[in-house]
């Protein structure tokens, strides 16, 4: 344990950094170890990492000080952000900077930022084909972590800037699951029409990112993009109705209906997937398939993920 390299995960208790935290702890031969980063050390989930064999920080990433205090001593680090705690791309932001800012001056060797793309780079401010979001977002829980890519290179840390995608827990958490229409049929419900959506089981982040730090000096100031599958939401639709053994259709709405849902973040989200139908080659050509294999040969397809979660996925009844 003690000639392990460290690799400090923030965000260790959720989706992306557990995901990697359980990588790197189930490979009994990894040259790295974990020191998870978490809000409440006490928590089920930092319990279980440690069981694994983690070293649990708790940690304020609000707190420069704490923060540096935290990745001391390590190889490398895992930063990701959570927008949908706080709403706010502002607290992104400074989040992104603190976390730049303490791993130049810690010496860290290798960081992945889990980055999206800053869409005002296709969508300008002033373009009225999508509404502009708190004054100068298009979509913010986007933008903000593309802008943070700037803290990163301007302070010369060694970094893989990682774009991710849809995850598909986002059918059993978010809300995004089957339900039932006026017609009495199930049916997923999508601003996409008949585009491809870059989406993976938010494990598989995890288990990418564990693959860019396994070879460090081939991706270090490479932006790289994974993703599970590219598909349709008649697609995902097909492979539910398989999975389930009852029909579930892909009820297509406009980016504009979607937005008017009501649920925190709905204009957001109908941004967002607004931005995938309308530049779909932009963000399929960014993941590659194969490149997520590569990283991770575990890599699960849609059909696999929805055998092993079909449980959880509520059908609404």
Request: hydrophobic letters at 35%.
């Amino acid at each position: 344990m003690a000639d392990k390299k460290i690799i400090a995960v923030t965000g260790a208790t959720g989706a992306q950094g557990g995901g990697l935290a359980r990588a790197i702890l189930n490979d009994p031969n990894s040259e790295f170890t974990v020191r998870a980063f978490t809000r409440n050390r006490s928590s089920e989930k930092a319990l279980e990492l440690e069981k694994l064999g983690a070293e649990i920080f708790e940690v304020n990433i609000d707190d420069p000080e704490n923060l540096k205090k935290g990745l001391d001593g390590c190889y490398g680090a895992y930063f990701v952000t959570f927008f949908w705690e706080h709403f706010s791309p502002e607290k992104e932001l400074k989040e992104a900077e603190t976390m730049a800012n303490a791993a130049k001056k810690t010496g860290l060797k290798h960081v992945i930022w889990s980055t999206l793309e800053d869409t005002r780079n296709w969508i300008p401010l002033n373009d009225d084909r999508m509404p502009t979001l708190m004054d100068k977002y298009k979509v913010p829980h986007f933008d903000a972590k593309g802008e943070s890519n700037k803290f990163f290179t301007e302070a010369g840390v060694p970094t893989t800037f990682l774009l991710t995608s849809f995850y598909w827990e986002n059918f059993i958490y978010f809300g995004m699951g089957p339900k039932k229409g006026k017609d009495g049929k199930l049916g997923i419900t999508l601003p996409i029409g008949n585009k491809k959506l870059c989406s993976m089981a938010s494990e598989d982040i995890g288990k990418c990112a564990y693959g860019i730090f396994k070879n460090s000096n081939e991706y270090i100031g490479k932006t790289v993009g994974i993703c599970g599958e590219q598909l349709t939401g008649a697609e995902m639709a097909s492979e539910m109705s398989d999975v389930f053994g009852e029909e579930i259709i892909y009820n297509e709405v406009t980016p504009e209906a979607y937005r008017q849902f009501g649920f925190p973040g709905a204009d957001d989200l109908g941004n967002m997937f607004q931005f995938n139908r309308d530049f779909e080659q932009v963000c399929c050509e960014s993941r590659n398939i194969d490149f997520s294999k590569k990283l991770n040969p575990e890599l699960k397809s849609f059909k696999s993920w929805l055998v092993e979660h079909k449980k959880q996925i509520p059908l609404d009844q």
